[in-house]
């Protein structure tokens, strides 16, 4: 039976860089981009609120991808800011797997929502007469609150198996986040069990949503060459392109982290991958879902009129 003889009350989060003016310069940029991000994702959950047009599948699970992204960037996001500010990592060891169990949980919820809505797009363009029935709203609800369950289950037996192990000595965690891998190479006695498990379990997860995705639009673009007319396979592509950048974007810097055997230590590398899915790729979703989406423009447009903004 392990016993958890964990002594440590602290961690030290050795973050991007030691240079001050560097760190400044990073708080100002990090919260920018993070208000930012917030601010997008709340534009388009508002606009898909409101907007009655916009009240299908594809937007409402739109919808939960943006209330992810707000959870996700609010999980890390502020502790990295006062930490930038302050010039000190210090994080408490409840605090440090609240914050692994937050980001983790938001992180595979939002892994297996994109797969979800790579099956609604399949749907939607390849099965037209099963859709409405396949995606009512029954189905909408279920499949989104079973993204968010397992995305909670996730966390929660990454969070437990991370901090069964006893942490003794080192308290210095080189990175800017309790990332999981970082975390658990501090750890004072043997780990290769409970990394083999994180493998599994990631790799399962993983390959399940990949191969949904896959499949998906394999199908999607196999029927949309098939298609005569080009205004339709215009519009198909893009529908399905958009969603296509965000996967790739996340699921590449996914693996590479979670997947992918790393060395011993952590460089400064892999704390600039870490970086990119963790403050970059949240703020450009909203950009790229809204960019050349004709609806989310014309919802925009129908807003602004609302509120008495007339286009000039």
């Known amino acids: 039976m392990d016993v958890n003889l964990t002594s440590i009350t602290e961690f030290i989060l050795v973050g991007l860089s030691g240079q001050r003016r560097t760190q400044l310069l990073l708080f100002v940029v990090i919260l920018v981009t993070y208000c930012l991000t917030i601010m997008g994702n709340l534009v388009v959950i508002l606009l898909i609120q409101f907007n009655s047009r916009l009240q299908t599948p594809m937007y409402f699970f739109l919808m939960n991808l943006s209330s992810l992204e707000i959870c996700y960037v609010t999980s890390t996001e502020p502790q990295m800011l006062a930490h930038l500010l302050a010039g000190s990592g210090v994080i408490s060891y409840i605090h440090c797997g609240v914050q692994m169990f937050g980001y983790l949980s938001f992180g595979v919820a939002e892994t297996l929502l994109l797969a979800v809505m790579a099956y609604d797009r399949y749907l939607a ?33 990454y969070v437990g198996c991370t901090f069964r192990h006893s942490y003794c000595s080192a308290n210095h965690i080189n990175h800017f986040i309790c990332e999981m891998p970082a975390v658990l190479k501090l750890a004072c006695d043997d780990t290769h069990i409970t990394q083999s498990v994180f493998l599994v379990i990631a790799g399962v997860g993983i390959l399940i949503s990949i191969t949904i995705v896959l499949t998906s639009y394999g199908v999607i673009l196999f029927s949309v060459l098939q ?74 447009g129908r807003t602004l009129h609302r509120c008495g903004f007339e286009p000039k």
Not at 131 to 142: E, F, L, S
Not at 256 to 272: E, L
Request: net charge positive; charged share 10%; hydrophobic share 50%.
């Open 125 to 157: 363009i390849c099965q037209p007469l099963l859709y409405p029935v396949a995606m009512d709203k029954w189905h909408q609800m279920h499949l989104a609150s079973c993204c968010w369950a397992l995305g909670f289950l996730y966390g929660a037996i």
């Open 227 to 300: 298609m005569q007319s080009s205004t339709g396979l215009r519009k198909a592509f893009s529908t399905c392109a958009s969603h296509l950048i965000v996967v790739l974007l996340f699921y590449g810097s996914v693996i590479f982290t979670y997947v992918i055997p790393r060395s011993v230590t952590f460089s400064d590398w892999d704390k600039s991958i870490a970086l990119f899915y963790v403050v970059v790729t949240p703020f450009l979703n909203p950009i790229i879902y809204t960019l050349r989406n004709k609806d989310i423009h014309e919802a925009v």
